[in-house]
């Protein structure tokens, strides 16, 4: 879903017109290379691929990855499960090229802290897909608070409900043992850590189960998770963020998706399906096509000057990280390449570097929620403690469990 919704459009349009930007003329960006577990659906694809596109390599299990590598790529885009993105992303930057990986980009600090070295020690950049930052609501919101127009937030809640075809179709061979909140939370993590600011405290997680996974184990239907934030001042701000992927298959939107902040002068309401947009087609709707349709995502338009193109924030954002690569090698002299690369580097939206406290919050997720199927619910993890960075209290111990040592 994620290629044939996202990468494959950028690679076609960016395969066939380019990118351009004057510090770096105009930039081609073949696709090289693709690594799947077992080739089917990338032959396929180069059955249907626009003629100049097909002559990428595929390859597959075993040691897809190493096969990849050696072939001749300049950066690699991991869009693996979650669970595996850490083996896949070392071993891009263990062979000194770029990284671009879905988020969340691995699922400890003690994995980001190896990527983070590797980047450093290799000269590369590592690189987190959030494409939600894109998402015109979510840039507006920064705005105003950057500009300090929305002053203060007091708390917050996020909503992100998908379809039964996620966990039952699409995805049905990795959810075992895993959970809605790591894959989708992530995004409302990243959304608020990113434009709020602020010191992540503490952690706290519940769910249900019962519907894809068995009632005691440990596959979760939804979870709901809370964060709670400090800041400079003194005060604090919580934020709840519920995720599911059991909802109706012909639920009218592809996902429903909500936020609200409130501020010390102001509130911020967003809802994916109210955007404006509500479409009804005999027969169609809303199953093979939806009722109401995210065109700010992605989406196919047949231009006024009758050119068909494919766009939005999901493509925009990795175009972004080819920009970036590319100012990074071709912006200017060879002699200012570490110069560029610390320019790139320092884009906290996306740069590894920028990801801990994001990955702190899924660390702490995922082990409150591995104790709540173990028969002890109700953890809560401490942040920066005084025995550790990452510190899980369970009711009823005496000593807390010590997740990560070091200052997150």
């Not at 001749?72 to 930057?93: E, G, M, N, S």
């Not at 769910?207 to 068995?214: D, I, K, Y």
Request: aromatic share 10%; hydrophobic share 40%.
């Amino acid at each position: 879903m994620i290629f044939d919704e996202t990468y494959r459009p950028f690679f076609e349009q960016a395969g066939q017109q380019g990118i351009f930007a004057p510090e770096f003329g105009v930039c081609r960006v073949p696709l090289v290379a693709v690594a799947s577990r077992t080739g089917s659906r990338a032959e396929a694809y180069r059955r249907v691929a626009p003629q100049g596109l097909r002559d990428f390599a595929s390859v597959a299990e075993p040691d897809s990855i190493a096969k990849l590598l050696a072939s001749d790529v300049d950066f690699v885009c991991i869009a693996t499960p979650d669970d595996r993105h850490f083996a896949a992303a070392k071993a891009v930057l263990a062979a000194g090229k770029h990284l671009l990986v879905e988020k969340p980009s691995v699922l400890t600090l003690a994995e980001l802290d190896e990527l983070a070295r590797l980047a450093r020690e290799r000269g590369v950049l590592a690189k987190v897909v959030y494409h939600k930052l894109l998402d015109p609501d979510h840039k507006k919101l920064r705005t105003l608070v950057v500009d300090g127009k929305l002053q203060h937030v007091n708390t917050g809640y996020c909503t992100l409900l998908e379809p039964k075809s996620i966990s039952g179709g699409q995805f049905s061979e990795w959810i075992r043992g895993r959970n809605p909140g790591t894959y989708v939370a992530v995004h409302y993590i990243k959304l608020i850590d990113f434009t709020f600011g602020g010191r992540l405290l503490r952690v706290t997680c519940t769910g249900q189960r019962g519907l894809v996974g068995e009632p005691d184990g440990p596959t979760w239907d939804s979870t709901q998770l809370r964060l709670v934030y400090g800041y400079d001042d003194g005060r604090e701000a919580a934020f709840d963020i519920h995720t599911s992927w059991v909802t109706p298959d012909n639920f009218p939107g592809y996902v429903d998706q909500e936020v609200q902040f409130r501020f010390d002068n102001g509130v911020w309401n967003a809802h994916s399906r109210r955007r404006g947009v509500e479409c009804t087609i005999e027969e169609l709707t809303p199953r093979q096509v939806k009722t109401n349709i995210n065109n700010h995502y992605n989406g196919v338009f047949v231009e006024p000057w009758g050119e068909r193109s494919q766009r939005g924030y999901g493509l925009e954002v990795l175009e972004r990280f080819v920009r970036e690569v590319a100012a990074v090698e071709f912006g200017g002299p060879a002699s200012g390449r570490d110069e560029r690369l610390a320019q790139a580097r320092g884009l906290a939206y996306n740069d590894i570097g920028a990801d801990r406290q994001t990955v702190a919050a899924v660390q702490a997720m995922e082990a409150i929620l591995a104790r709540h199927a173990a028969g002890q619910p109700d953890g809560v993890v401490h942040v920066n403690h005084p025995a550790g960075g990452l510190v899980l209290w369970l009711p009823g111990q005496a000593e807390p469990e010590v997740l990560y040592q070091p200052r997150v």
